[in-house]
């Protein structure tokens, strides 16, 4: 029992990095051409379909996380990408042209990189691996596919911040999407909320002030303007508490517009009052 934990112990790594496919090392200004795979660029009757998965890495690719592009050649050619935990800037996907009609796969690296790659292929019913072949130039007789569409799907950064649809994070936002979203329930946390307007003695100053305001700027006060809005979108927690603030200001106005259509109210009822018992003394 000893002898085979000590094996399986020393068997470890190798297993591991097996695993993990093929080790990609770029040494000083030196540039490779990973070969992934290859086939036919638009196939309707045979589905074939490339995962290639990239986890760097060291030296530059420090920074790198783990990348997979499905690739797929249905109708037509279609590359779908998905990179979690870091960045994926040491390397690129290329597709050639090769003269025997199919289209051969490629990353290119940049200098002072190390990573491992690993590709497998399904074609028909049986899943081909690939093993990858690394060479520092490219074969004679082929033609890059430019420009080469690759759809990035989700992507996510070291720092926990997340794109969707979108080929990179942004720092200012844990979530950035490229499209529309739908959800049954959206909780948005604000602070100091403007229940404040109806505090004694705040001042919610005068229609009049209002009306002037308005015909110089073209929007309400505090409120950003139109262009404001295109350039930067808006802040949904910010702009949730203005607009309440201008509907309870709003309901000041309103309330204060009733107290005086009472009064003008009670002043006609009296005003008509005295006129009809006027009319009636002889």
Request: with cysteine; charged share 25%; aromatic share 8%.
């Amino acid at each position: 029992m000893k002898k085979i934990i000590i094996i399986l112990f020393f068997l470890c790594p190798f297993l591991l990095k097996a695993q993990y496919g093929k080790e990609v090392v770029a040494n000083g200004w030196q540039q490779l051409y990973v070969y992934l795979g290859s086939f036919p660029p638009d196939d309707a009757s045979n589905l074939k379909k490339m995962k290639v998965e990239i986890l760097g890495g060291a030296w530059e690719s420090y920074s790198t996380g783990e990348t997979v592009f499905y690739i797929s050649n249905r109708n037509e050619l279609r590359i779908t990408k998905f990179t979690n935990g870091g960045l994926s800037d040491r390397y690129s996907l290329h597709a050639y042209n090769n003269p025997n009609g199919n289209l051969d796969f490629y990353l290119i690296t940049n200098s002072w990189t190390a990573m491992a790659v690993k590709s497998c292929m399904l074609g028909g019913n049986a899943t081909q691996l690939i093993t990858n072949t690394v060479t520092e130039t490219l074969p004679s007789g082929l033609v890059e596919i430019t420009p080469l569409n690759i759809r990035p799907i989700q992507t996510s950064d070291h720092e926990g911040n997340m794109a969707i649809n979108m080929a990179s994070t942004d720092a200012n936002y844990k979530l950035s999407v490229n499209g529309k979203i739908r959800t049954k329930e959206v909780r948005v946390e604000a602070a100091n909320w403007p229940d404040y307007v109806f505090e004694e003695g705040y001042d919610v100053g005068t229609l009049k002030g209002l009306e002037s305001y308005i015909k110089t700027n073209k929007h309400l006060p505090e409120m950003p303007s139109a262009k404001e809005i295109e350039a930067n979108g808006l802040n949904v927690s910010d702009m949730l508490k203005l607009q309440q603030k201008k509907i309870e200001e709003l309901t000041l106005h309103l309330i204060e517009k009733d107290k005086k259509i009472d009064a003008l109210i009670e002043r006609v009822e009296v005003l008509e009052y005295k006129s009809k018992t006027d009319k009636q003394k002889p």
